[in-house]
């Protein structure tokens, strides 16, 4: 395997570092991401060889920001993209394709992604114990990686997290921590305990890693797309990095000439309740002010983004936009995927068709245009979201009369 | 002595307060500004603190106090 990790280098002043478990530039605080050897890369990697690797994201390997072949997560990556025709020919677009990565295993959201680039690289750098702050899926998946992979793991979380979402965590028998406090007393916590203990949180310390599992869902889309890359796409943002990673894949495929071009617009999708982001690039700011989150799309709600400066950069670099919908909008979203797909998405799959369905009537997306609305999680996770708006079953006696007299069907002679 | 490094975001109406400078005083910590855009409407600073881990919380404390939003530098790391 070649060696195609060169450094960790800073986002702001270009300050570089060894590849090791550092996140923050000592120098300018400013965040580290990993820089590849692109011209060796280059030598190996083609498109054959992706096409004969394993049907995950490890085929992409080349890529991604690992040394050996000890993989975590063997069976993350390489969902199905759906050509949408039914939701295409509702919204008026002819070429709609949805990335679904309700299916991403093991933990049915795109998580699964990130955390097998986590895990796997935080093995190399020799740690036995991970760990994250997470709400929902990230825990999930976390859990499920480390118990998979014999690690040992902790995961926090606020005292008042609905019950289902911590049996999802309990199932793995990890350590999990209920915090006494909301969101921002989790988030401190979590970074102090970083800074103490010689673990790999794997969105602190190990997050320069751990983010570029995002760029396999650009890559898998181009691949799945017959090697071209979509006109137009729709990510959900949170922090933000899932949106200027796929922008990231796509660039990387194209400097290694394996796409001709790339001319994708990066579109943002956020919840009203909680659109830093998208409210910053609404009013034309290059900074985002952050926000309390209130939202049904819990797995959108981070309201100081880590990457919002880098997410409104990369929407301005590609043309793309940012719009934002409400939750009453999110949940008709949801309903409407699963009504024409057989896709049923949670809230954040909510979040993203409502804003396809924006920016479409703003004629952002036109007719033609190649677009890839990514789903990032199951709607089994977001039940409750959806649980007062999808109506009852018909309750009828066991007989063949009522039957045929509740849905009005003609006896046969 | 600790070292911890925080993001400080100001209010609108504490943009000419010289706030870093008050709680320097008031608090037996040293900052240390790595970064910052402060501008009319907005700012904010990635600072280190240097000083007994307690005085640190207090002094952190103390921004809160006045106004200021007190994250660490990774920003928000609940997902």
Known sequence: MIKKMQSL????????????????????????????????????????????????????????????????????????????????????????????????????????????????????????TVACASTGNLANSVSAHAASAGMKCYVFIPGDLEAAKVLGNLIYRPNVVEIEGNYDDVNRLCSEIAGERHWAFVNINIRPYYAEGSKTLA???????????????????????????????????????????????????????????????????????????????????????????YALKTAAESQGAMDAVTDDEIVESIKLLAQTEGIFAETAGGVTIGVLRKLVKQGRIQKSDVTVAYITGNGLKTQEAVVDSVGRPFRIPPSLSHFIKTFAIEESA | MAKLRFHIRYPEEKIPS??????????????????????????????EFTGEADEIDRAVQGLRQKGCMVDPIELNVVE
């Open chain 1, 219 to 309: 890559f898998e889309t181009a691949e799945q797309l017959g090697w071209r890359a979509p006109d137009q796409v729709v990510v959900p943002m949170a922090s933000g990095s899932l949106l200027t990673k796929i922008w990231k894949g796509f660039k990387e495929f194209e400097k290694l000439g394996i796409l001709d071009s790339v001319n994708t617009k990066i579109n943002g999708a956020q919840a009203e309740g909680c659109s830093p982001i998208a409210t910053a690039f609404r009013e034309g700011r290059d900074f985002f002010k952050p926000v309390k989150p209130h939202t049904i799309a819990k797995s959108l709600a981070i309201g100081n983004p880590a990457d919002g400066y």
């Open chain 1, 9 to 128: 280098v800073c986002r702001e002043c270009g300050k570089e570092y060894p590849t090791q478990d550092i996140h923050v530039c000592e120098l300018c605080f400013g965040p580290l991401e990993v820089k590849y050897d692109y011209a060796a890369i280059k030598q190996v990697m083609t498109r054959e060889k992706i096409a004969s690797g394993p049907h995950s994201l490890w085929r992409y390997v080349d890529l991604l920001p690992v040394e050996g072949t000890h993989f975590i997560g063997l069976h993350a990556g390489f969902t199905p993209l759906v050509h949408a025709k039914n939701l295409g020919a509702f919204l008026g677009l002819d070429n709609l394709y949805i990335k679904n990565d309700c299916v991403n295993h093991p933990t049915l959201s795109f998580k699964d992604r990130v955390v097998a680039i986590a895990l796997t690289r935080a093995r190399e750098l020799g740690f036995e």
């Open chain 2, 18 to 47: 010289p706030i870093l400078y008050e709680i320097g005083k008031e608090y037996q910590v040293v900052p240390s500004i790595r970064r910052a855009d402060v501008r009319e409407t907005t700012g904010w600073m990635d600072v």
